[in-house]
Nanobody
Framework: QVQLVESGGGLVQPGGSLRLSCAAS????????MAWYRQAPGKERELVAS???????NFAESVKGRFTISRDNAKNTLDLQMNSLKPEDTAVYYC?????????WGQGTQVTVSS
């Protein structure tokens, strides 16, 4: 059974950092393409960052140079390091994976960037 559980969200001041983690079960993170999405109030869900099984990464233009996506194979987690956070990064962040043709989502973790 595939499960994704995000953690690490919270309230941070502009310019600060947060590290999100997605604990995965039911599949192996290291051999699966995965992604982080986010959804701000009143907006559509958007892709933030992705990583392939081979380790190639891709980022939304708005977060390039500030966010890093990585895997911890020992813990079977997907992480998102977010630096230089801006108020416009405020959103619910979701971990995502497609396994055997089904698209799975975590429950999301709230990130609020505000002074």
């Amino acid at each position: 059974q595939v499960q994704l559980v995000e953690s690490g969200g919270g309230l941070v001041q502009p310019g600060g950092s947060l590290r999100l983690s997605c604990a995965a079960s039911g599949f192996t993170v290291s051999i699966t393409n995965m992604a982080w999405y986010r959804q701000a109030p009143g907006k559509e869900r958007e892709l933030v960052a992705s990583i392939t099984s081979g380790g190639s990464t891709n980022f939304a233009e708005s977060v390039k140079g500030r966010f890093t996506i990585s895997r911890d194979n020992a813990k079977n987690t997907l992480d998102l390091q977010m630096n230089s956070l801006k108020p416009e990064d405020t959103a619910v962040y979701y971990c995502s994976v497609v396994v055997r043709g089904f698209h799975y989502w975590g429950q999301g973790t709230q990130v609020t960037v505000s002074s």
